[in-house]
């Protein structure tokens, strides 16, 4: 089984920033794209920022030139670097990974818990 385990949210003043991590585990024979997404009640959920296994990198505007996402295929992790960090980035941000769990070809679609980031003075 695979699993998703997010981890760095919290609470930090405007202008502040915060790493968000994100860990695959179980059986994982490759992953191809890793992301993160955020939603706010009432919203949908949107994609913030995504990488793909070739390290190639896609941003929402709203964040583009603020946000730095990577990831570390030796320790099947993702991170969002948050910088500039403002009030309307707050929101539940969630870990996505498309995965392929064993030698078939076949690739699922698996996401984390969800990890709360707080901007507020």
């Known amino acids: 089984q695979v699993h998703l385990v997010e981890s760095g949210g919290g609470l930090v003043q405007p202008g502040g920033s915060l790493r968000l991590s994100c860990a695959a585990t179980?059986?994982?024979?490759?992953?191809?794209?890793m992301g993160w997404y955020r939603e706010v009640p009432g919203e949908e959920r949107e994609l913030v920022a995504q990488?793909?296994?070739?390290?190639?990198?896609h941003y929402a505007s709203s964040v583009r030139g603020r946000f730095a996402i990577s990831r570390d295929d030796d320790k099947n992790t993702v991170y969002l670097q948050m910088n500039d960090l403002r009030t309307e980035d707050t929101s539940v941000y969630y870990c996505?990974?498309?995965?392929?769990?064993?030698?078939?070809?076949?690739?699922?679609?698996?996401w984390g818990q969800g990890t709360q980031v707080t901007v507020s003075s």
């Open positions: 996505n990974a498309n995965i392929q769990p064993s030698t078939s070809p076949t690739f699922y679609n698996y």
């Open positions: 990488v793909t296994s070739r390290d190639s990198t």
């Open positions: 179980g059986t994982i024979f490759s992953i191809h794209v």
